[in-house]
């Protein structure tokens, strides 16, 4: 198994560029989360979708944050206009149903995320 | 809601000597609770869950942790530390109903001493 996909692994952007990052998950999970982990706010979710629909995005800071999922193998997360203050790392995980292995998740290696 | 709070941001000890990481725990309703390990710039790692079976459980790399309800704790440790143990760990908890997502704590740095 291939694991948790995320690209690109690292992105240098400069403010007010469009920003997407990617992710993959393992198949046959039907779970997704995107966190952020920033030094200040630690990991925090942004949004999750279960069986490709979203569930809850109140952890997506604000209207310049998007994030879509069109098929169960398939994720995005966009930042449009990125800014300074978006720095960070973030992270894709994806989980199978619970009822098979408790709710855990498998996370990606993370995309880091530079706004100059 | 839920939330976790880990004791001590940083951790340091000497190789072979005990590892005690501290974990506390909110929750209305019994939780699943987990931990998970991360090196550096790579994605977080899971040692162990706890989901209500035996309230003492083992992970990988000789890792485990105890949930005690009374005290709302679930403490990880490990007997004797290695150099390689050096990473940040974090505690987490999420509810039971669903797949649901995980609440975090700040996590803690754990320094492994020659």
């Known amino acids: 198994d291939a694991g948790v996909i995320q690209s690109p692994r690292h992105e240098v952007t400069e403010m007010g560029q469009e920003v997407t990052l990617r992710c993959k998950p393992i198949s046959g999970h039907n779970s997704l989360f995107w966190y952020r982990q920033t030094m200040m706010r630690g990991l925090e979710l942004l949004i999750y979708f279960n069986n490709n629909v979203p569930i809850d995005d109140s952890g997506m800071p604000e209207d310049r944050f998007s994030a879509k999922m069109p098929n169960a193998s398939f994720s995005t997360l966009k930042i449009q206009p990125s800014e300074p203050r978006d720095s960070a790392v973030y992270f894709c995980?994806?989980?199978?149903?619970?009822?098979?292995?408790?709710?855990?998740?498998?996370f990606g290696p993370g995309t880091r995320l530079t706004v100059t | 809601a839920q939330s976790v709070t880990q004791l001590g941001s940083h951790v340091s000890v000497s190789e072979g000597a005990l590892v005690l990481l501290r974990c506390n725990y909110s929750?209305?309703?019994?939780?699943?609770l987990f931990w998970y390990v991360q090196y550096p710039n790579q994605g977080l790692q899971l040692l162990l869950k706890?989901?209500?079976?035996?309230?003492l459980v083992k992970g990988i790399n000789g890792f485990e942790a105890e949930f005690k309800k009374s005290e709302t704790s679930f403490h990880l440790t490990k007997p004797s530390a290695h150099m390689s143990d050096a990473a940040e760990y974090f505690c987490a908890v999420s509810e039971r109903s669903g797949n649901t997502p995980l609440v975090f704590g700040k996590g803690t740095r754990l320094s492994v001493i020659a």
């Open positions: 706890y989901t209500s079976a035996a309230t």
């Open positions: 995980a994806s989980s199978p149903k619970r009822e098979a292995l408790g709710g855990e998740q498998y």
């Open positions: 929750s209305s309703v019994p939780p699943y």
